[in-house]
């Protein structure tokens, strides 16, 4: 761990967070979601953010604010859902994370 420290490496790293939805939220089948997401990076810069869910819906934005909206007709039925977000540096490195989410009739 100390190496690491005295390396510097982590300044290559990107902070990522789900702002929102967080994880186990429940949604009707019928609700559009909004996902807010922040990321940055102190070596390089964020050049994208996508957003997948299953293999259902996959977007990105190559800018802040990195916000999706995930439509209703997404879901065809009720269950649980992932949401998997990945942010891109210009440093070639990816950051991921996700949320599991409840869909409900």
């Known amino acids: 761990m100390a190496l690491f420290a005295l ?3 982590h300044k290559d790293r990107i902070t990522l967070e789900i702002i929102s ?16 997401v922040t ?10 953010v996508t ?10 934005v190559t800018e802040e ?15 649980l859902y992932y949401i998997e977000i990945k ?3 210009s440093e070639d490195v990816v950051e991921g994370s996700a949320v599991r989410i409840n869909i409900t009739e």
């Open 7 to 9: 390396c510097g490496c």
């Open 21 to 36: 939805p967080q994880s186990d939220d429940t949604f009707t089948i019928e609700q559009s979601i909004e996902i807010k």
């Open 39 to 48: 990321a940055s990076t102190q070596k390089g810069e964020i050049i994208q």
């Open 51 to 60: 957003a997948i869910v299953d293999t259902l819906y996959n977007a990105s």
């Open 65 to 79: 604010p990195y916000n999706f909206t995930i439509p209703p007709e997404t879901f065809k039925k009720a269950g």
């Open 87 to 89: 942010a891109y540096s």
